[in-house]
């Protein structure tokens, strides 16, 4: 068995591995060699470049369900993977300006002593939502996250009173 063939297209001796493997060709192989095929490739494509867009605007058309179905499931993918990527850099930068300002309170102790007292106070005085949340989540065993946010007026409006008959008794 010979190990070259000749191609039906551009009549060139050419070693079988020039050659692609093809079911339904003679001895196994493709009549015309790998670099003739290339280029009848590309020129049906260019000759036909209307009649191939077509073709895929009808399978488009026929596939919508399946390709919008597919589009919507790497969406979702992608979305989940930029959700954990945007999460992880809050994670990450929470945890540095924390680290800051510990950092800045270790070498300020009396001004952070002072400063974090003096807004403690005013959180009280002025019964700030961060304050009604302290409060809540002491009272009722919620993280912040779980807070409906209903409740902080309640709360609100509940101290409100109590200090106000605080005062009327005085
Ligand atoms: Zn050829």
Redesign the pocket.
């Known amino acids: 068995m010979s190990v070259e063939k000749i191609?039906t297209?551009?009549n060139?001796v050419?070693p079988l591995s020039d050659y692609s493997a093809k079911f339904d060709g003679k001895y196994g192989y493709n009549s015309?060699?790998k670099?003739?095929e290339l280029l009848r490739g590309k020129k049906y494509k260019e000759e036909n470049k209307e009649k191939i867009s077509r073709k895929n605007k009808i399978y488009n058309k026929k596939n919508k369900k399946k390709l919008v179905k597919a589009r919507k499931v790497y969406y979702l993918k992608n979305r989940e993977k930029e959700l954990e990527r945007s999460s992880k850099w809050k994670r990450e930068n929470r945890e540095s300006e924390r680290v800051r300002i510990n950092e800045w309170r270790k070498e300020n102790p009396i001004k952070a002593k002072t400063s974090s007292k003096r807004e403690a106070k005013e959180h009280v005085k002025n019964l700030t939502n961060s304050y009604m949340k302290k409060l809540l989540c002491r009272d009722l065993l919620l993280t912040y996250q779980e807070m409906p946010i209903g409740l902080l007026e309640l709360k609100r409006t509940q101290i409100k009173l109590a200090r106000e008959l605080k005062k009327q008794a005085s």
């Open positions: 191609c297209k551009c060139e050419k015309r060699c670099v003739c």
